[in-house]
């Protein structure tokens, strides 16, 4: 992306015109905000999030799992987070090229670069405009944060259970051991500790 499209105001429209499959920008406030390339453990544990996640939706018929360069079109900006979940209930807000209005779940796995914003401006961001589940996936401190949104419109911390589970509230049943995210087992490890396969003899 060259400095001068990156300095040019557009309109929502505009941007979505701009900005194709290779390019990976967020629209925020009218201006187009670049986004860096990411490390190789930021690509494996978006993977594993993105394969075990979607796996879980599709066999539970639950709705849709996007990630980016797919846009999520707020009240001021457009995000292209690492992954986000869409219920059922909020389908028919998809659109061919971007969701019109908040994910029931986003998932950002923070990069160097991406630290300030993803724990800032996106944080409020995404609380404001009814997120109901915010992780924030740490590779470099191999840390995550879980965040589901309270009756009174603000995030609350929840942290995973002693046994190192934490369980979902966007996500119906869904479960997930910290610990998965740096060991990252096979998707059939994972289906075979959900209960939904059979272990092996």
């Known amino acids: 992306m060259s400095a001068s499209a990156a300095a040019t105001r557009m309109t929502f429209e505009q941007f979505l015109q701009w900005c194709d499959e290779d390019t990976h920008a967020e629209w925020v406030g009218g201006e187009v905000v670049p986004m860096s390339p990411v490390g190789l453990e930021h690509q494996y544990i978006s ?3 993105l394969e075990i996640i979607r796996l879980y939706v599709r066999i539970k018929k639950l709705g849709e799992v996007l990630h980016e360069p797919f846009q999520m079109r707020l009240s001021r900006s457009s995000r292209s ?9 909020n389908l028919h807000r998809l659109k061919n090229s971007y969701l019109e209005g908040a994910a029931d779940l986003v998932v950002e796995v923070i990069s160097p670069e991406s630290r300030a914003r993803d724990r800032g401006e996106k944080f409020y961001e995404y609380e404001a405009e009814g997120v109901r589940e915010y992780w924030l996936v740490d590779p470099e401190r191999h840390q995550v944060e879980f965040y589901q949104l309270g009756e009174t419109g603000v995030y609350q911390t929840v942290l995973p259970g002693g046994d190192g589970i934490y369980r979902s509230k966007a996500l119906e049943g869904f479960w997930i051991k910290v610990e998965w995210l740096w060991t990252r087992p096979t998707p059939l490890e994972v289906l075979q500790a959900w209960g939904m396969v059979a272990q092996a003899q």
């Open 81 to 89: 987070s690492d992954l986000f979940f869409i219920s059922n209930a």
């Open 47 to 49: 993977g594993f999030l």
